[in-house]
């Protein structure tokens, strides 16, 4: 996804990435194909909520990460470089959970794209737009809604990467906790005992001073977009069919997913 910024042409092609599909593609699509002549099947009226709301989290997301990663590279932001000193069991089970996570983060994401794919997919194909930037109306509503939709998985990606590895390496911790319990009913040796504590008594304040601003940016936005969600909905006579309010819905399945 574009979040390496180890070299100079890495860092520019990460930025050009979010700023297209976290900034420049939402934008587009939201004030280019607004269609306040569409029919009531095709009106869009809870666009502006969904492209901010997902280019807000993304935007923190991808902040944070970017910080992470070029401040102490992944080896280290993982504390891989610290698994040296632990038994093996850690590193094997540390090991396994690390490839795990791309399923993890697929479990999260893809029931989501897949709603938001057929969304997008019947509101181009049944005529709800019609551009004509590339000449050819086809061809055009194909390559926006690929736009669309890969804006979308971008945004949802980068947000869910960054809550995946928080959940590795808290794994990691407890890892260390329960190797550490059998190490102390066995271990009469105090300082050995004492030191294994005060080792992951600071990576456990090293993480939570590493992830602080993002856990409560994301509380916030999240709330925030929850609450405005609601306010939209339910305000009088707001249309919440399957066909106005399907991107809505899809949008608050993601976030309902994150704030939990």
């Not at 194909?33 to 909520?49: E, G, I, Q, S």
């Not at 093996?88 to 029931?111: A, G, M």
């Not at 999240?222 to 609601?230: N, Q, R």
Request: charged share 15%; glycine share 2%.
């Amino acid at each position: 996804m574009c979040v390496d910024q180890s070299t100079w042409w890495s860092a520019c092609l990460s930025w050009f990435v979010f700023v297209l599909f976290a900034l420049a593609v939402p934008a587009f699509t939201h004030f280019y194909l607004a269609c306040p002549t569409c029919d009531a099947k095709h009106h869009r009226p809870f666009d502006t909520v969904v492209q901010i709301s997902l280019s807000s989290v993304a935007t923190l997301s991808f902040l944070c990460l970017a910080h992470f990663v070029r401040k102490y590279g992944l080896r280290r932001f993982l504390f891989f470089d610290k698994l040296v000193n632990e038994s093996d069991s850690v590193r094997h089970h540390y090991t396994t959970q690390f490839n795990r996570s791309l399923k993890i983060l697929s479990i999260f994401v893809l029931p989501c794209f897949a709603l938001e794919c057929g969304y997008k997919i019947w509101w181009y194909a049944s005529g709800a737009t019609r551009i004509h930037f590339l000449g050819d109306t086809i061809l055009s509503d194909a390559i926006t809604c690929s736009l669309e939709l890969m804006s979308w998985l971008y945004r949802t990606l980068v947000f869910f990467l960054v809550c995946v590895l928080f959940r590795l390496i808290c794994y990691l911790q407890i890892l260390r906790l329960k190797d550490f319990a059998t190490v102390f009913e066995v271990n009469s040796d105090v300082e050995s005992v004492l030191k294994d504590h005060l080792s992951i008594r600071r990576q456990l304040r090293i993480i939570s001073h590493r992830y602080r601003r993002f856990i409560l940016g994301s509380l916030i936005l999240i709330t925030v977009s929850l609450f405005t969600s609601l306010l939209v909905s339910t305000r009088p006579h707001a249309d919440m069919g399957p066909f106005r309010a399907g991107e809505l819905v899809v949008c608050l399945s993601f976030l309902s997913i994150a704030h939990s």
